[in-house]
């Protein structure tokens, strides 16, 4: 008896739980608009520097070197 209920709550309160720490790992992973504008900046700069190193122009899209 003691064991059916005890499987009866854990049914109940995992869920519910899961729930929570999914909730909370979401909330806690989320970045500021600052920190996606810093990291787009780089990201772009980075582009540009290796287009630059390959003698590629960084506005183009093709895969033909600057003349």
């Known amino acids: 008896m003691a064991d059916t ?3 009866g709550v854990l049914t109940i309160l995992g869920p519910i739980l899961l729930a929570i ?3 909370w790992a979401i909330r806690h992973n989320r970045t ?3 920190d ?6 780089a990201t772009r700069r980075m582009y540009d520097e290796q287009a630059k190193d ?3 122009h ?3 899209n093709s ?3 600057a003349q």
């Not at 996606?36 to 900046?41: F, M, S």
Request: aromatic residues 4%; glycine residues 4%.
């Open 54 to 56: 390959d003698g590629m």
């Open 32 to 34: 500021s608009r600052a």
């Open 63 to 65: 895969d033909r070197p």
């Open 36 to 41: 996606d504008a810093h990291t787009e900046a």
């Open 21 to 23: 720490a999914i909730i």
């Open 5 to 7: 209920n005890l499987w």
């Open 58 to 60: 960084p506005k183009r």
